[in-house]
């Protein structure tokens, strides 16, 4: 089992910046693919951002590439998600996910482990 604990979100203004980190307790996550999504209110759940463990370069969704950054620390247990020129459109609950595997998943059914989620707040 892995457990996964976000923090970092809050209130910002349009164009702010936010550093969201999931802390990983339980096993290992040095051979599972992490990923993060989004959860805006009345919305789908979608894909933001997804590194492998592998060394594989990191996929983002159309609608943050350029402005949010994911990395991982395997020492640490930690990925993170840096996100710059955060616009009002980024408001949602952000959720750290795992995946044991190689896959560079975007959706969320191919995760097995799931953070409670942090809230983004971006006002115009």
């Known amino acids: 089992q892995v457990q996964l604990v976000e923090s970092g979100g809050g209130l910002v203004q349009a164009g702010g910046s936010l550093r969201l980190s999931c802390t990983a307790s339980?096993?290992?996550?040095?051979?599972?693919?992490m990923g993060w999504f989004r959860q805006a209110p009345g919305k789908e759940r979608e894909f933001v951002a997804v590194m492998a463990w592998s060394g594989r370069p990191p996929y983002y969704a159309d609608s943050v590439k350029g402005r949010f950054t994911i990395s991982r620390d395997n020492a640490k247990m930690t990925v993170n998600l840096q996100m710059n020129s955060l616009k009002p459109e980024d408001t949602a609950v952000y959720y750290c996910?795992?995946?044991?595997?190689?896959?560079?998943?975007?959706?969320?059914?191919?995760?097995?482990?799931w953070g409670q989620g942090t809230r983004v707040t971006v006002s115009s």
């Open positions: 996910a795992a995946q044991p595997g190689l896959k560079v998943a975007t959706s969320g059914y191919e995760y097995d482990y």
């Open positions: 339980g096993r290992t996550i040095s051979t599972y693919t």
